[in-house]
């Protein structure tokens, strides 16, 4: 059926037509956004010290210097973020859960549940960070890990464990409770309900606000550095203090943009996916 | 105004590789009720959505008032202000209250002033029995009242044409009665309908032309009387056998 079908004259004529429509719209989008690029290029680059900010910023030769050292730092910014993201992500939805149990016998558990978010919500990062990666091996207890970095990830999990829980239990709450009636309906535990009906659709519609925290999770793998571990702000702080230029402090600023984009895009088709199978049409 | 209120022409649209409308024509003049029947998936609402422009048709011609409103440089926006629509699934605001569902259109896009919304909203509420849930939100609502709530927001605008998609599905049959009259006096006070519906009772009465879709092609078109008593197609025969209750 669908073989035989030629486009009628009229349609042919509205594809041009729309075609022309988004020729126009592409030309207005390019021409803006050069005359809006091009004209804040050229009033940054004429202030009257430009020359000196770029000598001090943006300087090839030291940019090339410092490369290597802050590459070498910013795996260890990697590494952090690659490890605490799955388990911060654990911890939270296991936080988040925790908070919507009803039974009676869980309450110790709802309690401690949010009294973790609380106080690990109101600790500055920075803090936590410094008390546990100078704290924990000063303890000088048997059996733990003595690595800094390792306590200076156990903060950072502890600290965005607080704030991604309650991204999850936003999403959870924001389920509308006829899905959990008709999942009573059909005879599912409460447990159940939550594993297959209310938290699929809840971490569907929170992966904006994640991101948006894995994001800040990874420029705030950046605050080891305040905890003396050797990562790629420490680096580049490090060559600046000797060679009295701040390049590289850009090198690393770039560095965390490119590391970022990616998750972006990625999480963007995610959800462009899942809108195109499970809101079509939308009725 | 003289001509024909919608002229749908040879409208052909597909999801992918699914041709759900193949080669629709229809036309509707002014205080028509024309009644889409046909069995479940044969494209009634998706029709309905496309008259709407909230679907892109992939051939054919839609023209509203006289004039072309399937081409591209529309301003979909004034044609679906002039457009009332009421969906299968209400699609009531959940987060607005029922005079604020009411009232957000006329407002928003017509300009109307609050007490002037709000006075009209009241008063077809109250109308269609909604009077005690003016300030609930719809969720409270049972699914014949948020059903009728839906039909007074998409009558709040003063449409010329009402698109209604299985308005009566949710409702008992004493409500069927209700809403039937009310249709049946808004086709009297020269309001133009297109409305889907599984009930061939409510065709039967209100409708002015029954259209039967099969397969997203309109099988057959005609008056109430003819396509009931006497249809042509023998699909058309078999689909009213299953659905009318013998005689
Ligand atoms: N967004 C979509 N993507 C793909 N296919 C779709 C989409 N929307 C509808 N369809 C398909 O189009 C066909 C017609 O659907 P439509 O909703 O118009 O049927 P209907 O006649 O209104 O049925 P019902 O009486 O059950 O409401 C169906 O087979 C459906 O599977
Ligand atoms: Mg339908």
Redesign the interface.
């Known amino acids: 059926?669908?073989a035989t079908?030629t486009?009628?004259e009229?349609?042919l004529e509205?594809r041009r037509?729309?075609q022309r429509?988004r020729r126009r719209d592409l030309v207005v989008a390019t021409t803006v956004t050069l005359v809006v690029f091009v004209g804040l290029g050229l009033g940054i680059t004429s202030t009257p010290g430009w020359d000196a900010v770029q000598e001090l910023f943006f300087n090839g030769f030291h940019a090339r210097e410092s490369f290597d050292a802050v590459l070498e730092g910013f795996w260890v910014n990697v590494k952090l973020f690659m490890i605490c993201e799955p388990v911060i992500l654990a911890l939270a939805l296991a936080v988040a859960l925790a908070r919507q149990a009803r039974a009676a016998w869980l309450v110790p558990l709802r309690i401690v549940a949010v009294l973790y978010t609380d106080v690990f919500r109101g600790i500055p990062t920075i803090l936590l960070v410094i008390l546990l990666a100078f704290g924990m091996p000063a303890l000088g207890l048997q059996g733990i890990p003595i690595s800094a970095t390792f306590w200076a990830g156990v903060a950072l999990v502890l600290s965005y464990g607080a704030y991604v829980a309650e991204v999850f239990r936003s999403g959870i709450e924001s389920i509308h409770p006829s899905q959990l009636a008709s999942a009573d309906a059909l005879g599912l535990s409460r447990a159940q309900a939550m594993r297959h009906v209310v938290v699929p659709q809840a971490v569907r519609r929170v992966v904006p606000p994640l991101l948006n925290d894995f994001v800040s999770l990874q420029k705030d793998t950046a605050l080891v550095a305040s905890a003396g571990i050797l990562d790629a702000v420490f680096a580049a702080r490090n060559y600046g203090n000797f060679n009295f230029n701040y390049t590289p402090l850009v090198v690393v600023a770039c560095f965390f943009v490119v590391m970022t984009v990616p998750l972006a895009r990625l999480t963007d088709w995610l959800q462009r996916r899942y809108v195109e199978r499970e809101r079509?049409?939308a009725? | 105004m003289t001509g024909p209120v919608l002229e749908v022409d040879a409208v052909r649209k597909s999801y992918g590789e699914r041709l759900v409308l193949d080669d629709v024509s229809l036309r509707v003049d002014e205080g028509d009720v024309i009644c889409l029947i046909g069995s479940s998936g044969s494209g009634k609402s998706t029709l309905l959505r496309c008259l709407n422009l909230l679907e892109p048709i992939d051939d054919g011609e839609i023209r509203f008032e006289g004039s072309e409103i399937s081409d591209p440089r529309v301003d979909a926006r004034a044609v679906r202000s002039r457009i009332g629509m009421v969906f299968q699934a209400y699609n009531l605001f959940p987060h607005l209250s029922v005079l604020d569902n009411c009232t957000l259109a006329p407002r928003k896009v017509h300009g109307l002033s609050r007490t002037a919304a709000e006075a009209r909203a009241r008063d077809l509420l109250g109308q269609f029995g909604l009077g005690d849930h003016v300030d609930q939100h719809p969720d409270r609502l049972s699914g014949g009242q948020q059903q009728r709530a839906a039909l007074v927001r998409a009558l709040c605008t003063e449409p010329r044409l009402l698109l209604l998609d299985e308005i009566t599905a949710a409702l008992d049959p004493e409500l069927v009665g209700d809403v039937l009259d009310i249709v049946r006096s808004l086709a009297e006070t020269g309001t133009t309908m297109v409305l889907a519906t599984h009930e061939m009772s409510f065709a039967r009465d209100v409708a002015t032309q029954v259209c039967f879709l099969h397969e997203g092609r309109i099988l057959e078109q005609g008056p109430p009387a003819e396509i009931f008593t006497d249809p042509r197609e023998e699909r058309t025969r078999a689909f009213l056998r299953r659905v009318l209750p013998p005689a």
């Open positions: 059926m669908a079908w486009p009628s009229r349609e509205r037509l729309r429509l079509a049409g009725r």
